[in-house]
């Protein structure tokens, strides 16, 4: 069981980042997926989530019209489309995958930081 979340990166306030979640190991298509972040010295934040078919979305107030979560259950993998980022963006993005019987998994996170 693996979630390998990558895309991370060094970006200028108002830029876009996309991050992405490749899964294996389990039925992807029958967990809903998160991204949560974490600040330097704060603690987890939920971001984003999507449901199993993808109908479903749902955001954090902090990045609401900004964010878009996405996946492919072809290709096992969750997205994360960043746009007009802020400073207060800059934190470690975790993948989550969660199944109401079979419990949770996450990545090993990857760091975004947005800075001038």
């Known amino acids: 069981v693996q979630l390998v979340e990558s895309g991370g990166g060094l970006v200028q306030p108002g830029g876009s980042l996309r991050l992405s979640c490749a899964a294996s190991?389990?039925?992807?298509?029958?967990?809903?997926m998160s991204w949560v972040r974490q600040a330097p010295g704060k603690g987890l934040e939920w971001v984003s989530r999507?449901?199993?078919?993808?109908?479903?979305?749902s955001y954090a107030d902090s990045v609401k019209g900004r964010f878009t979560i996405s996946r492919n259950n072809a290709n096992n993998t969750v997205y994360l489309q960043m746009n007009s980022l802020k400073p207060e963006d800059t934190a470690v993005y975790y993948c989550?995958?969660?199944?109401?019987?079979?419990?949770?998994?996450w990545g090993q996170g990857t760091q975004v930081t947005v800075s001038s």
């Open positions: 989550n995958a969660n199944h109401l019987q079979l419990g949770s998994r």
């Open positions: 999507i449901s199993t078919g993808g109908g479903g979305r």
């Open positions: 190991g389990f039925t992807f298509s029958s967990y809903a």
